[in-house]
């Protein structure tokens, strides 16, 4: 097999698009320490710039707060209350992420009807008046830019609902009464400020059919909106079991095919070049597929992370982490959340994935079907490679699959510790490795049973057996280059790192003598 020739020159430059945005479980939920204590994990190991979720207008963030005092006549009207979100943008904010803002659902003290999605009961009817409704959300943009400033809170995109085309997050899928929402919405933020970020309509998969009639509102009524945003999965139906649902999967190309598609219809309309968003990504759409616990999960998702950001500004993972209740409380630790940490910091294959993708360079060497290759400013090249994986009709995949790199060593410009280019012999080449049997705590629980709730032995089983193998050893470097050969295993997810050495071992060293043997008499 010959090896792939890694050119020694950039080829362009890594986007940041996969870690701009993750997603989270719903606002009020950030109040929680086991939340709080996972995005630390994750802002310390990954990084990303904003977090998203559903809920900051519902009733459980208290902030929409009606009253009227039986008997009175000067007691009612409606306050405002900001303590549930002061607290969890104050955390957001402390841990180096900011909030992309979803504008939902609807306070029951204003909402038209009982509709409701989720066991947590985000209503999702239209406000029973649109101009308190603009009222609501000139408070709070208000009162975000009255405590964090008008310049911070100018970088935080806000985004008006989520999936209305969905019945179940829109009553009826109306579309004109969405658009009548965004109308009054994108108004009442630019009244605020008319810098301040406004964007829609965070669509689900399949409602290409309202890209156009959105765009046309927004020509017609001459309408605010500095980005679109919208959804992309690529499970089919669900096969329920109890606790739980199976699904079919399609390529992974279909994710990518999914970022492209609004660009491409929006051609020629006013929203044409805006930003675009993928406020929501994953293989499946439920909170109950174990698909996300496993290493096939992360084998999959590693093109995406590779190539998305040719497509898209920002492509967000549903969800950092599985505090979440969409579907009540989980029932065991491991239960196909979205997360990709499980409960109290478990990791899961795909958060090494994205740790992996945050130890890569800014310089891109090489992209394929299996492999990413970069360089950083002081010389380290990294690949990020992996087994190519398809979907629910790909009859077989192979146990094992080989990739040959013929990597160039350091920066082209400077040698290590001032060196001249190429001087040097050996490059270190550590690697970390992630597949079904190596940073994998699903496994482990598997052969522990499954417990629904650990023990504090197991649970230090369980992140003792989410550590990724990882190995050290020197190749030797020919004409300025190594010769890399990667076996992958099954569903396999693998990071090199590969440095220049500069030998200072000293002449009078000899490792052979080590064990001394007194010679024989």
């Not at 076996?487 to 009078?508: F, K, S």
Request: glycine share 8%; with cysteine; net charge negative.
């Amino acid at each position: 097999m010959t090896p792939t020739v890694v050119p020694s020159e950039p080829v362009a430059v890594l986007s940041d698009a996969w870690r701009t945005c993750v997603g989270t479980g719903r606002f009020n939920l950030a109040l929680r320490q086991d939340y709080q204590e996972s995005l630390a994990l994750a802002q310390a190991d990954i990084g990303f710039r904003y977090v998203r979720g559903h809920g900051l207008l519902s009733d459980d963030v208290g902030i929409h707060r009606p009253y009227d005092v039986a008997g009175s006549t000067r007691y009612h009207g409606t306050r405002y209350a900001f303590t549930y979100v002061d607290q969890v943008v104050d955390a957001y904010l402390s841990l180096g992420i900011k909030p992309f803002l979803e504008l939902g659902f609807m306070p029951s003290g204003l909402a038209s009807g009982d509709q409701t999605v989720f066991w947590w009961q985000g209503n999702v009817t239209p406000p029973s008046d649109h101009r308190e409704w603009a009222a609501l959300v000139s408070a709070v943009l208000r009162h975000l830019v009255d405590r964090y400033g008008l310049d911070e809170v100018r970088t935080w995109p806000v985004e008006v609902w989520n999936e209305p085309n969905l019945v179940n997050f829109w009553e009826g899928a109306d579309q004109e009464a969405y658009l009548r929402l965004y109308e009054v919405t994108a108004h009442a933020v630019k009244d605020v400020d008319a810098d301040l970020q406004v964007g829609g309509p965070a669509i689900s998969p399949g409602a290409d059919d309202w890209w156009s009639p959105f765009a046309d509102a927004v020509a017609a009524r001459d309408l605010p909106c500095d980005f679109v945003s919208f959804h992309a999965y690529t499970s089919g139906p669900a096969q329920h079991v109890p606790f739980g649902v199976y699904q079919t999967l399609r390529r992974p190309q279909g994710l990518l095919d999914q970022f492209a598609r609004p660009r491409e219809l929006l051609a020629g309309t006013r929203l044409a070049g805006v930003p675009a968003h993928v406020t929501e990504f994953n293989t499946s759409y439920r909170p109950d597929n174990p698909v996300h616990d496993t290493a096939y999960n992360a084998a999959y998702l590693a093109p995406v992370l590779a190539h998305g950001g040719d497509l898209v500004d920002s492509f967000s993972y549903w969800t950092f982490c599985d505090v979440f209740e969409e579907e009540n409380i989980p029932t065991a630790i491991f239960h196909g959340g979205f997360g990709m940490l499980a409960h109290r910091q478990v990791r899961k294959p795909t958060y090494h994935l994205y740790a992996f993708m945050a130890r890569m360079g800014a310089d891109v060497l090489a992209r394929g079907d299996d492999h990413l290759v970069t360089r950083d400013a002081a010389g380290r090249v990294t690949v990020l490679a992996w087994q190519p994986v398809g979907g629910a009709d790909d009859p077989t995949e192979p146990e094992r699959h080989e990739l040959r790199l013929s990597v160039p060593v350091g920066h082209p410009a400077v040698g290590p510790r001032g060196t001249a280019p190429g001087s040097h012999r050996r490059a270190s080449v550590h690697r970390s490795v992630v597949d079904e049997h190596h940073g994998n705590a699903f496994t482990a629980w598997q052969h522990l049973g499954r417990p629904a709730s650990p023990t504090s032995r197991q649970l230090d089983l369980l992140h003792e057996a989410s550590e990724p193998a990882r190995s050290l050893t020197s190749l030797p470097v020919d004409d300025g280059r190594v010769d890399l050969v990667l076996t992958l295993a099954r569903h396999e997810v693998t990071l090199v790192e590969i440095d220049p050495v500069q030998d200072e071992t000293p002449p009078w060293l000899d490792d052979d003598r080590i064990l001394c043997r007194e010679s024989a008499r």
